[in-house]
């Protein structure tokens, strides 16, 4: 099965959002979803505890350091997709979590801040790809983002395409659904509406469709 | 989701096909040795060293026959308890006799 890691060392980059979108448009597209929650401050958990967890989606709270290599290799199995929420620190935790990884997502939103510290974690994954001699596809996606693009997004954004770096378009919009997800549970489909909902199912599935394509070789 | 689709791409699980990896204590070390370089380190809650304390906080004075103190002491040292704990079993028996 793919395993799609959700890192950044910054906190607040939108990572357990990032991995409940993904996760529950995956799912919503008949694709078996296990996400692990390895944060500490229980992100998913929460989510998961809000109302029923949506079908095809299994959520594994608690998963520290030292089972998360055991854990991604317990759950593999092809057609199904692993998605692994991590603290927003530079740990080892992390670390081991990316040389497990298919596609390494790093989330940032579009502030010089962010992408400075988001930046460690592709500098990571270099290193790794060197110490175990594989590549480990990795993808930045821009979430909080306004739908006028600032000059600050566009400066970020070319700087990274530059240095070869895979930036995922569509960008994950700020929306109140998307943070509605945490507050109600369940997924874009299920939940009671909160601003243009289908802007935000729409937003939420191309960008699942993106790392769709990357997982299956298609982008 | 709404109904249109602006990707038109259809999912298909069976593309998404496990790739073997590498498990080994042997990798797990060189992630670990690559990770240390860029900062990322040992964040995992560390257990507290020594002795938790003692959930006996409470006290009783009680002072008994000399006899008696050499034969409740030996008997805690025997079991490796405190003589609290004797003090609790005793009680316990006492409040199941008087129906306490």
Known sequence: MPTIVVASPKGGAGKSTTAVLLGTELAHENVPVTLLDCDPNRSLTLWADQADVPRNITVLSDITEADIVRTIKAHDADGQVVIVDLEGVASRLVSRAISQADLVLTPMRATTLDATIGARAIQLIAEEEEALDRRIPHAVVFTMTKAIVSKQHKGIEISLRQQGVDVIDPPLMERAAFSGLFAFGGDLHSMPPMGNMDSARDNARAFAMQVYKRLAGEG | ?100
């Open chain 2, 1 to 100: 989701m709404s109904d249109k689709n602006p990707f038109g791409i259809s999912i298909t699980p069976g593309k998404l096909r496990a790739k073997p990896k590498d498990t080994s204590p042997k990798t797990v070390a060189k992630t670990d040795a690559a990770a240390e370089k860029h900062g990322f380190t040992d964040r995992s809650p560390k257990k507290r060293r020594g002795r938790k304390p003692s959930p006996r906080t409470g006290q009783v004075h009680a002072k008994v026959m000399p006899d008696v103190a050499r034969e409740i002491g030996d008997e805690a040292r025997a079991r490796g308890v405190q003589q609290g704990v004797l003090i609790e079993e005793a009680w316990a028996l006492y409040k199941a006799e008087n129906d306490l």
